[in-house]
């Protein structure tokens, strides 16, 4: 601050004084001095360094371990080579020669066949156990509640054989639509259980108000708690849709003459190696699974952010 200049009568000059009005100056703050919080800031800034911890390196070996092994089969789907021991230059012949091959598109149109039925099949029961099992009581609720989902625990081989027997001891023939029936069973439970999920966290006062003001139980239904479940059944399809293509052991057991699928097909085919265009064919059904991922992820992000 500039100093104010005042006369000094008894020497006659101008002199330079301070005046007495004049604000001490802020006390500046000791940076150097340990009790500074900038001093305890700069000091943490400089004694940070990025370690690699522990944990950092086992989530890196298991993201490793889960997808090395399709990073490689993805590779060695471009391999020039009709053995996929050794590399020999990069092409695209193996995904051509897919295009041409008329048995891997006839066991995909039969697993296609057998997905999208047994998925609509048991979106529908599977939507309606749900809700029956959450809204209603009855005798026997608690019991009907653990067994629905026991194709979740039960080992895949012990419902195939179950399964035959059971298609064996009615009569029927096995054929294509064997296979379906075989798969209404898990995929029902899979669908019930995410729908299930989904009803728990709804608000059921929005159904008595339907009723409240003159809707049906049908119409409320419809109108009011599907809307609201869909998400849910959406997420609940595809993962019953992935599992029903995937499905080899019950497929194998409860197939007719004919009804081969597409699991079926490449388990052929790789008895006597694995070829290229079996790396080609798992490349476009891992590359697929994981667009039917994004979409359920998808459903489920604009499912939530409508709810906030």
């Not at 944990?55 to 490689?72: A, D, E, K, R, T």
């Not at 026991?150 to 639509?177: K, M, N, Q, R």
Request: with cysteine; charged share 15%; aromatic share 12%.
């Amino acid at each position: 601050m500039a100093t104010p200049l005042r006369l000094n009568a008894n020497r006659d000059v101008l002199c330079l004084q301070p005046s007495m009005t004049e604000t001490a100056p802020t006390p500046q703050p000791d940076l150097d001095h340990p009790d500074s919080p900038d001093f305890s800031l700069d000091m943490a800034h400089s004694s940070f360094k990025p370690r690699l911890s522990w944990q950092s390196v086992f989530v890196g070996l298991m993201f490793v371990f889960m997808y090395l092994p399709i990073l490689v089969l993805v590779v060695y789907s471009f391999n020039e080579s009709a053995y996929s021991a050794t590399w020999e230059g990069f092409t695209w012949e193996w995904y051509g020669y897919l295009l041409s091959d008329a048995r891997i598109f006839a066991a995909l149109r039969n697993s296609l066949t057998v997905a999208i039925s047994a998925v609509a099949i048991s979106a529908v029961l599977g939507t309606l156990m749900a809700v029956g099992l959450a809204r209603y009581r009855f005798p026997g609720r608690q019991l009907y509640l653990g067994i629905s989902y026991l194709p979740l625990i039960i080992p895949d081989i012990a419902i195939a054989v179950a399964t035959l027997v059971f298609l064996a001891a009615v009569g029927f023939s096995l054929s294509l639509w064997t296979i379906v029936a075989a798969h209404i069973v898990f995929c029902l439970a899979y669908i019930a259980i995410v729908v299930s999920t989904r009803l728990a966290d709804l608000d059921r006062n929005l159904e008595e108000a339907a009723l409240d003001l003159g809707a049906t139980p049908v119409q409320a239904f419809f109108q009011v708690l599907l809307p609201q479940l869909m998400p849910g059944i959406v997420s609940g399809c595809l993962l019953a849709f992935v599992l029903s293509m995937d499905d080899f052991l019950i497929a194998s057991f409860t197939a007719g003459a004919g009804a081969t699928t597409l699991p079926m097909e490449i388990f052929s085919r790789i008895r006597t190696g694995v070829k290229p265009d079996v790396n080609a064919l798992s490349a476009i059904l891992i590359s697929f699974s994981g667009i039917l991922a994004f979409v359920a992820e998808f459903v489920r992000y604009r499912s939530e952010a409508k709810r906030r």
